[in-house]
């Protein structure tokens, strides 16, 4: 059973930096592209960043530069390390994979840029 379980998201300030981390479960994040995607309110999901199996990282071009997408096959788990962060950044935050049968989605982690 495929589970991806997110976590590190918060209230931070403009500018400032979190971490957020995807857990996964019953399938290797070594052998599978996994991507994060994020859904601001009233708006729909769209994706952030990916990171392949081979190692190839992707990332929307409202975030280059200022978020990284990096992974830890020991642990199994991916994170994206977020710098630099802006009011429209703020939205919830998924994980996802997806396999020649399926897509899975984490419940997500709220990210909210306010002063």
């Known amino acids: 059973q495929v589970q991806l379980v997110e976590s590190g998201g918060g209230l931070v300030q403009p500018g400032g930096s979190l971490r957020l981390s995807c857990a996964a479960s019953?399938?290797?994040?070594?052998?599978?592209?996994m991507a994060w995607y994020r859904q601001a309110s009233g708006k729909e999901r769209g994706l952030v960043a990916t990171f392949s199996s081979g190692g190839r990282t992707d990332y929307a071009e409202s975030v280059k530069g200022r978020f990284t997408i990096s992974r830890d096959t020991a642990k199994n788990t991916v994170y994206l390390h977020m710098n630099n962060l802006k009011p429209e950044d703020t939205a919830t935050y998924y994980c996802?994979?997806?396999?020649?049968?399926?897509?899975?989605w984490g419940q997500g982690t709220q990210v909210t840029v306010s002063s």
């Open positions: 996802n994979v997806r396999t020649l049968l399926s897509a899975y």
């Open positions: 019953g399938i290797p994040v070594s052998r599978n592209t």
